[in-house]
Every structure is written in C-alpha cells, then in structure tokens.
C-alpha cells in the first residue's frame, strides 16, 4: 500500500532498498485487481450465458435455434451413401487383362 500512496519522485529518491520493494508490492497489488475484475467479468458471462441457454421461450434464444434449422433436412432418400461410387462405373472389364 506505501508503494501505491508514494509519488514518483519519493520513490525515485528513496534508497533500492525501500523503492523495489515497493514497487514489487504496487505490481502484485495491481495484478490481484486486474485477476479480480477478470473473474468477475467471466462470472457475469457465464451467468448471461446460462440464462440464455436455460430460459424456454428466450426470444434471442428460439432465433438462435431457429437460424441453426433454417434449412429443411435433407430426406434418406437422397442421402449419399458412405463409401458409394458416386459418379464412377463399378462394372468389370469387359475383357481380361493379358499377361506376357
């Protein structure tokens, strides 16, 4: 707390001893308020986040929803089916390979 209530120029003109000390303690004095407000920022996040997610009938919620299914599914019949030959001829040669 000195280090925070110190001028610069008290600091400046305090021995190395009293003035890296003090400033150590400002620096770790600062950190532990940025990770504070952070955790908190995150906190009221997560919050909005499970609201949103929670609440039936949300309006921004259902237009969420309602954009990922804008598109009709596609019906099975015209699904392509894995490992077909989509385009390619399956059929064998007409004649077999000749060896020499």
């Not at 021995?15 to 990770?35: D, F, H, K």
């Not at 996040?45 to 599914?73: C, I, K, M, S, Y």
Request: proline share 10%.
């Amino acid at each position: 707390m000195a280090g925070s209530q110190a001028s610069n120029q008290a600091l400046a003109q305090s021995s190395e001893e009293r003035r890296y000390p003090a400033l150590l303690a400002l620096g770790a004095e600062r950190l532990v308020g940025v990770i504070d407000g952070l955790v908190d920022l995150f906190d009221k996040l997560l919050a909005d986040t499970n609201a949103n997610a929670t609440v039936p009938g949300n309006p921004r919620r259902d237009a969420q929803v309602a954009h990922r299914f804008q598109r009709p599914p596609m019906p099975v019949s015209q699904m392509p089916l894995k490992g077909s030959a989509a385009g390619r001829t399956t059929s064998a040669p007409s004649t077999p390979p000749t060896t020499s």
